[in-house]
T-cell receptor
Framework: AQSVTQLDSQVPVFEEAPVELRCNYS??????LFWYVQYPNQGLQLLLK??????LVESINGFEAEFNKSQTSFHLRKPSVHISDTAEYFC????????????FGRGTSLIVHP | DSGVTQTPKHLITATGQRVTLRCSPR?????VYWYQQSLDQGLQFLIQ???????AKGNILERFSAQQFPDLHSELNLSSLELGDSALYFC??????????????FGEGSRLTVL
């Protein structure tokens, strides 16, 4: 079965500092990779996704993630965070053995301090 | 707004009781997924329905059941509730066919508290 490991359960950072949220997955075949964001008292929203093509994918609000097949990683980065980025971030993988039901990591709580 | 609607948003009940959670998928989506989110287990896949038929099962307890109706809305039934069933239950829907990549559109969830 596929699995996703988010290495940090909580990442505190100051406003305008850079941040990296780490995600590793286990699969030896081609997969689809996602980052979802969950703001307090809301559902999960897609932040960005890797399906194929360029290994660097970007979101509309300044986040980016790079698919690294050799390291089976899909880390999320932002060069300068805002208070409003405070949220729970989930990494997910699908496509393993033809299953399109995504498996989610445990989530990383990004806490941005002023 | 994802287009996925879940009701109720909050539900408080007692152990041993039964509750029903309801979900309406995005317009045009035939697949519905149910997930359970708890602090100790994270986001766990429960079950998927596609156009009225059960398609995949995950970590769903025998006390739980679901169905999808002809109008494509889905219901998750939780019975003989225990304290440990307290969680946030999410419904999600997805596009179909060759375009299906596993990208899901989530509702805002139903928070169940069992006392």
């Amino acid at each position: 079965a596929q699995s996703v490991t988010q290495l940090d359960s909580q990442v505190p950072v100051f406003e305008e500092a850079p941040v990296e949220l780490r995600c590793n997955y286990s699969s030896s075949v081609s997969v689809y990779l996602f980052w979802y964001v969950q703001y307090p008292n809301q559902g999960l929203q897609l932040l960005l996704k890797y399906l194929s093509g360029s290994t660097l994918v970007e979101s509309i609000n300044g986040f980016e993630a790079e698919f690294n097949k050799s390291q089976t990683s899909f880390h999320l980065r932002k060069p300068s965070v805002h208070i409003s980025d405070t949220a729970e971030y989930f990494c997910a993988v699908s496509g393993h053995r033809g299953s399109y039901i995504p498996t989610f990591g445990r989530g990383t709580s990004l806490i941005v301090h002023p | 707004d994802s287009g996925v609607t879940q009701t109720p948003k909050h539900l408080i009940t007692a152990t041993g009781q039964r509750v029903t959670l309801r979900c309406s998928p995005r317009s045009g989506d035939l697949s519905v997924y149910w997930y359970q989110q708890s602090l100790d287990q994270g986001l766990q896949f429960l079950i998927q329905y596609y156009n009225g038929e059960e398609r995949a099962k995950g970590n769903i307890l025998e006390r739980f059941s679901a169905q999808q109706f002809p109008d494509l809305h889905s219901e998750l039934n939780l019975s003989s509730l225990e304290l440990g069933d307290s969680a946030l239950y999410f419904c999600a829907s997805s596009v179909q066919g060759a375009q299906n990549t596993g990208e899901l559109f989530f509702g805002e969830g139903s928070r169940l508290t069992v006392l």
